[in-house]
């Protein structure tokens, strides 16, 4: 089964940094694209940044040049490092793996920024 755990998440101030790491199974990262997404209180779920296995990667707007996506194959993890951390960013985090027309979903872990 494909299994996703994020981890990584926590209260930081504004300005500040954190690292998200999306453990996968098997060679997941490697063979599928891999996304991750979040979610704030009464909002829709977004992507803000995607990778694929040929190395092709977009952000959303709102993180373009404070966040970036990557991935070790080796380690099969795909993190997310963030920068420059707004109020706005406060949300549950999510990785995505697009496997066979299938989407599939880590359980979250919750960044809160403090203003």
């Known amino acids: 089964q494909v299994q996703l755990v994020e981890s990584g998440g926590g209260l930081v101030q504004a300005g500040g940094s954190l690292r998200l790491s999306c453990a996968a199974s098997g060679s997941i990262v490697s063979s599928n694209v891999m996304s991750w997404y979040r979610q704030a209180p009464g909002k829709q779920r977004e992507r803000v940044a995607r990778?694929?296995?040929?190395?092709?990667?977009n952000y959303a707007d709102s993180v373009k040049g404070r966040f970036t996506i990557s991935r070790d194959n080796a380690k099969n993890t795909v993190y997310l490092q963030m920068n420059s951390l707004k109020p706005e960013d406060t949300a549950v985090y999510y990785c995505?793996?697009?496997?066979?027309?299938?989407?599939?979903w880590g359980q979250g872990t919750q960044v809160t920024v403090s203003a």
């Open positions: 990778i694929s296995p040929g190395g092709y990667i």
């Open positions: 995505n793996a697009l496997r066979g027309g299938l989407d599939y």
